[in-house]
């Protein structure tokens, strides 16, 4: 089953401008994870973000996660034509001691 | 250099074949994961083991068999009881299993049923 859902599914804008990228799960978390694929490529560790925290940054990421909500916010600022790809959260559930994927959003960044 | 080796990166099976897509580790994590992802769809986990001669199953495990007598080494066979096999696998690792911990990923296998 999918535990998380990202919104939207595809996005293209412009090199520069920001992405932001959401995710929505449905049950408790302990941390909650963005991924990158580059197409027909395994998966990269973005950031992690635990659930006792409500923002984090790492370079030009910034996520926020509101688990009151249970969703989580990716944003990319000034993306590079290199930003394109497929960005995926993942959830560590309590009591499943594997991370379970949303869909992805696809992320076009034109140059 | 450390990492998650996949193999083969594409493969082909008749209708009725078991086949078995390797994936090997020397990051010496304790962990593996196997997951499927479909064309334009997120990850599927199918099977995972947390430490030698252990596993357990994924949400989409029918039709799938799973073996870790090696720390390094998490075969995955697709059986001819999975009757849509045609997608992209996944192998990955982390140090541990459980919360917090960041999972490396190989560069996937592609099967395709001819």
């Known amino acids: 089953s999918q535990q998380g859902e990202e919104d939207p599914q595809a996005l293209s804008i412009q090199e520069g401008e920001n992405a932001t990228m959401n995710c929505s799960y449905k049950?408790?978390?302990?941390?909650l994870q963005w991924y990158r694929q580059n197409s027909g490529r395994g998966l990269v560790h973005l950031i992690l973000i635990r659930s006792n925290e409500r923002e984090k940054h790492s370079g030009r990421l910034r996520v926020t996660l509101d688990t009151s909500k249970k969703s989580s916010s990716l944003l990319i600022t000034a993306s590079r034509a290199a930003d394109t790809a497929s960005y995926f959260c993942a959830t560590d559930r309590t009591g499943r001691r594997a991370l379970t994927f949303g869909s992805g959003t696809r992320l076009q960044v034109q140059p | 250099d450390g990492g998650i080796t996949q193999s083969p990166k594409y493969l082909f099976r008749k209708e009725g074949q078991n086949v078995t897509l390797s994936c090997e580790q020397n990051?010496?994590?304790?962990?593996m994961y196997w997951y499927r992802q479909d064309p334009g769809q997120g990850l599927r986990l199918i099977y995972y083991s947390q430490i030698v001669n252990d596993f357990q199953k994924g949400d989409i495990a029918e039709g799938y068999s799973v073996s870790r007598e090696k720390k390094e080494s998490f075969p995955l066979t697709v059986t001819s009881a999975q009757k849509n096999p045609t997608a992209f696998y996944l192998c990955a690792s982390s140090i541990a299993s459980g919360t917090g911990n960041t999972i490396y990923f190989g560069e996937g296998s592609w099967l395709t049923v001819v």
């Open positions: 049950t408790s978390i302990n941390n």
């Open positions: 990051l010496n994590h304790d962990a």
